[in-house]
């Protein structure tokens, strides 16, 4: 087998350097954005191998030279040889982006290579191209008409919903998230955009006394504010407190970040939380998370049945497609974007038009190079 490298200022670049060098047996193993220090090689990184069927049939062959050509064990060796002989077939037809659209439409390749720089999950880009593949069949369609059909079916697989709590007074929302996320930062956020600027009454209520001080920054953001402030131990004192802040317009919980081996302290929160109709809970991440940790920290606070996620930290990044891939597969709306830590301004709503311009911008830097 052999391995190589393909660098070029696009993933379509970098592809046709190895469809070049390597030719049409080779198979697409990896595409990503280049590492820093090999960035000044181009800023993507295309990771292809070439494993000639002749490989794939010499140990079988080795195993037939070494033992009696009879009975049983001769058959099932002629069959598994039959198996990779079809698989090594298999993997050649599906060398550069295997979904059954890759012959009839070349352009979706492309796409495909785009949806993929931006960091969209890889199954989740074959349904998204194949739901444009099933649309554009027919006659040939332009190359604007199937990047157009493409944002349409991104946009279909956006769900927002940037409501604190069900209608009505008072309005309570809960965050919850890992250490880090930015919950404390985005609570005093939201307690100005949502609260002082509506001129609601704020009450924020702190469980988190898993921290040392872990409610003194609340508490400071409080005074700053003139919002009321609670720091409560129990889930007990909890249910008490928004007993007794039923007057209050919106009510703002924060809560300790639990980390994977601390996940085991949260179940009695968690299973208040997301048995009580009024609150509203919203999972904090952070966008600059790789894909597999967002997944398993999604999957870890699953016990909060959170209605929504909120992104932070969007500011530190050039792509968003690794989280609204994990919201997208879990049917999860996102709430809000944070994009700094200025308050109150670094908070947006989430809004489809906004994402989608994070995801695929109307005039991408694929349709300048293109041009030029």
């Known amino acids: 087998m052999r391995i190589k490298s393909f660098y ?6 970098a592809v046709a350097l190895a469809r070049r060098d390597l030719g049409s047996e080779a198979i697409l193993v990896q595409t990503r954005k280049a590492p820093i220090e090999a960035r000044h090689l181009g800023e993507y990184e295309v990771v292809c191998a070439v494993v000639p069927e002749t490989e794939l049939a010499k140990p079988i062959q080795a195993a037939e030279d070494q033992v009696p050509h009879n009975g049983r064990l001769s058959h099932e060796l002629a069959e598994l040889r039959k198996q990779l002989d079809v698989m090594g077939k298999t993997i050649t037809r599906s060398a550069w982006s295997g979904p059954r659209w890759t012959s009839s439409n070349p352009a979706l390749c492309d796409l495909h290579a785009r949806l993929m720089s931006a960091d969209i999950a890889g199954e989740l880009a074959h349904q998204i191209l194949d739901a444009v593949h099933q649309r554009s069949a027919g006659p040939p369609v332009s190359s604007e008409s199937l990047e157009a059909a493409v944002r349409v079916e991104i946009e279909k697989r956006i769900l927002v919903n940037a409501a604190l709590g069900p209608e009505g007074s008072p309005r309570v929302a809960a965050l919850v998230g890992p250490p880090g996320a930015g919950k404390t930062t985005t609570i005093a956020k939201l307690a100005v955009q949502h609260g002082l600027t509506a001129r609601r009454p704020v009450q924020l209520l702190s469980m988190d006394d898993y921290r ?24 007990g004192a909890l249910a008490q407190a928004l007993a007794e802040y039923q007057g209050k317009g919106l009510i703002l919980i924060d809560t300790p970040g639990y980390g994977p081996r601390d996940i085991d302290r949260a179940t009695e929160l968690a299973a208040f939380l997301s048995s009580h ?7 904090v991440l952070t966008a600059t998370m790789k894909s597999a940790d967002l997944t398993h920290v999604v999957e870890r606070f699953d016990i909060f049945s959170p209605a929504s996620l909120l992104f932070t930290r969007l500011d530190e990044t050039d792509s968003f497609g690794t989280a609204f891939s994990v919201a997208a597969s879990r049917g999860k709306p996102i709430s809000f974007l944070g994009t700094g830590q200025v308050i109150p301004e670094d908070l947006v709503p989430a809004t489809r038009e906004h994402i989608l311009g994070l995801l695929w911008p109307e005039t991408s830097a694929w349709a300048i190079e293109s041009a030029a």
């Not at 070029?8 to 670049?13: H, I, L, N, Q």
Request: proline share 3%.
């Open 212 to 235: 040392v001080a872990g409610a003194d920054q609340l508490r400071s953001y409080a005074a700053i504010l003139g919002a009321g402030f609670q720091s409560l131990d129990t889930v």
């Open 8 to 13: 070029a200022s696009t993933v379509e670049g």
């Open 277 to 283: 109709p009024a609150i509203s809970t919203h999972l």
